[in-house]
């Protein structure tokens, strides 16, 4: 098969496509099974959808790089051009006061990878991953007091979103003080947003560039202070690490920005999206519910299939370096791969009964909702922790968790990277 080709059965296929985004499953399967590797004409990339080929490509990074910034800046780009000359002239001034991150982690190969990931790397060390339990226990059943005598909540806005976007601000080294504490909150959930499917209104991408701008001064300063007051977080690492390998210098500003930008996305977004797609799973099959309250040891197969069967990060691209097979299927130098971690999730190759939760599955681990190999998320194990603790709390506290019947069924928000569940309206009843 030649490069741009795919099998007839694929001919149809654009999983870009708003609906296919919410719900990709039986695309997924086609593909899968007839095309698993697919060209998208609209996208111009090469879908990647079954196992062990995504695995093949994340273990060679030398034919496959993740230098793949120049692609997510394409949506910046086609809005331009197409933005009104007043719009775009105000965007530009906006833009032109912000800092162009380097890469670092998420858009580097080794070696230069393996630098940062080594700085980032004590940020989430087993032992401070474990001495952030009480704090995390204490914040999630504050806010199980806030919600347990309410009839109905939106679980996303009242405890999915809160919980790991807090963390992850007071891990960043985010004053707890107003108004800067709910300026980051705006500013984190903005980022994320630029991911979405969605065009963008005028008004909402100014918005989003001026607080882009206005989160990078906010971080700089901080930076500065941690330089001269060192505290017990990732902006004090950062501020006072250095290069090893180019003379001890240390991070640049710049740098500092570029690594923690990737966490405003990755630290909070994956977390609140996991607890809402459990939620959902939770209230879809009941039993579940029964089978955590009874044996808690379960629920970390449990995050583990949730994640697995709504992987929060469906999928990232790559850029082949040279020209190459993969699967029998031709690829030249320059082509743009997208690996579909969501459809390698549920393939029967891989996971038997792949759409069913099953709390005995001795493989669940081997799911790729934070990736693989070396860009397999750092903040993965923070993540599984606030996880593990949230829905064993909320099953001892809370039971005979429902859909409320008064809202829409919940779906999934389109974006071609995340998937997210922006609403989710439950019942329960305190035990």
């Known amino acids: 098969m030649s490069t741009g080709e795919s099998c007839p059965a694929a001919g149809d296929i654009n999983i870009f496509e708003t609906e296919t985004l919410i719900n990709p499953w039986d695309a997924y399967q086609t593909l899968r099974d007839e095309a698993p590797i697919a060209f998208m004409p609209a996208m111009g ?43 775009r002239a105000q965007y530009m001034a906006i833009d032109s006061q912000a800092i162009v991150p380097p890469p670092t982690l998420l858009t580097l190969d080794p070696p230069e990878h393996t630098r940062y990931r080594s700085l980032v790397n004590r940020i989430f060390t087993a032992g401070r991953v474990r001495q952030m339990q009480p704090y995390i226990e204490a914040l999630i059943s504050k806010t199980i007091d806030k919600i ?35 300026f980051f909150y705006d500013a984190a959930t903005a980022a994320a947003s630029g991911l979405r499917l969605t065009t ?54 710049a740098e500092i920005i570029g690594i923690l930008g990737q966490f405003l996305v990755a630290g909070h977004e ?54 190459t097979e993969l699967g029998g299927y031709a690829l030249k130098a320059g082509d743009m791969l997208m690996l579909r971690y969501g459809a390698a999730n549920r393939d029967e190759r891989q996971f038997a009964c792949p759409n069913d939760v ?24 923070l993540a599984r922790q ?7 709390m909320l099953m001892q506290r809370l039971k005979n968790f429902r859909l409320d019947p008064a809202f829409p069924e919940p779906e999934a928000e389109p974006s071609f990277i995340l998937r997210s569940l922006p609403k989710l309206h439950i019942q329960f009843e305190k035990r």
């Open 45 to 87: 990339l090469h879908v990647v959808t079954r196992y062990d080929l995504l695995m093949e490509v994340i273990r060679d990074t030398k034919t496959y790089s993740s230098q793949f910034g120049a692609f997510m800046a394409r949506a910046r780009g086609a809005w331009l051009e197409n933005a009104p000359d007043d719009i």
């Open 148 to 182: 347990e005598d309410k009839d109905v909540i939106d679980f996303m806005a009242d405890f999915a979103f809160p919980i790991p976007l807090e963390i992850i601000a007071d891990r960043i080294g985010i004053p707890s003080t107003e108004p800067e504490r709910s």
């Open 200 to 253: 963008p209104s005028d008004a909402e991408v100014l918005e989003r560039a001026q607080l882009n701008v206005d989160l990078q001064k906010m971080l700089i300063e901080l930076a500065d202070d941690r330089r001269k007051n060192p505290q017990e977080d990732m902006l004090s690492i950062l501020a006072n690490a250095t290069m090893e390998e180019e003379y001890d210098r240390p991070l640049t500003d």
């Open 270 to 323: 994956t977390t609140t999206s996991t607890f809402g797609w459990g939620m959902l799973l939770l209230c879809q099959q009941p039993h579940i519910q029964d089978a955590l309250f009874d044996n808690p040891a379960s629920t970390k197969t449990f995050v583990e299939e949730a994640m697995r069967l709504e992987a929060p990060v469906q999928g990232l691209p790559r850029v082949v370096t040279k020209d």
């Open 358 to 381: 099953d709390l005995e599955r001795r493989n669940a681990g081997s799911q790729m909702a934070f990736g693989s190999g070396i860009h397999h998320c750092p903040g993965a194990p």
């Open 386 to 392: 606030e996880l593990n603790l949230g829905f064993p």
